[in-house]
């Protein structure tokens, strides 16, 4: 049992690090299905980054994993990416094929951005910290997570990222944590089963939610 004294420890430091809430659920609850990297492996542009796969561990071998944890953080972050429909139904096309409109490839270039910029500058700095506390609380295999492709080699205005992939080791190792689908984290079905609400795709001038998970023992 995690002590409240801990739990509101971690909650403080979630919210101070850019977080809207921070919820402690068994691990038993964390829903992993093989199938879930297929939409990493094929339509995905992170496909081949650091903490993508091949380069974690295999869905197979991070449920035999799970199943030694009792507990996992769920924090939610906060967002001002605001997803107008085309952007929503078109994102992942119009990193090969930009728009033609130059408004709509303005607000998608912005979209991109705001991504990089919140995992960058709040989402995997923050998620580290609550890791960071956890293990000076005494959760010795405490390990966090980020929402998809890492941006720690992001360029200066946000605008890519250079992930070095097979081309070398990653430039930051001690910052490298796995992306949840890529170990086949079903966030979808995980929340919908806790009861919560899961914005799904398309968007329509809407915020997605973003999440992290940090195992705790």
Not at 152 to 178: A, K
């Amino acid at each position: 049992m995690i002590p409240q004294s801990d739990l509101k420890l971690l909650e403080k430091k979630a919210i101070d690090a850019g977080a809207k809430s921070l919820r402690l659920v068994p691990a038993s609850s964390i829903i992993v299905e093989n199938r879930t990297i297929l939409k990493c492996i094929f339509g995905c542009n992170g496909y081949g980054n650091r903490i993508c796969p091949p380069y974690i561990p295999t869905v197979d071998e991070f449920r035999r994993m799970l199943s030694e944890y009792e507990h996992v953080l769920l924090v939610e972050w906060n967002s001002k990416n605001l997803f107008s429909r085309e952007i929503s139904e078109n994102f992942i096309k119009y990193r090969d094929v930009p728009p033609k409109d130059p408004e709509a490839r303005e607000r998608y270039d912005e979209t991109l951005k705001t991504i990089i910029r919140e995992r960058y500058e709040m989402i995997q700095p923050g998620v580290l910290e609550i890791e960071k506390l956890a293990w000076t609380l005494g959760y010795n295999m405490a390990l966090a997570t980020y929402p998809g492709m890492c941006t720690w080699c992001s360029n200066d205005d946000h605008t890519s990222v250079d992930c070095t992939g097979e081309d070398g080791p990653c430039r930051y190792p001690t910052l490298r944590r796995p992306c949840l689908m890529g170990l086949g984290v079903r966030m979808d079905k995980t929340l919908m089963g806790l009861g919560m609400e899961y914005k799904s795709f398309p968007m329509d001038d809407m915020i997605p939610s973003q999440y992290t998970l940090v195992l705790l023992d």
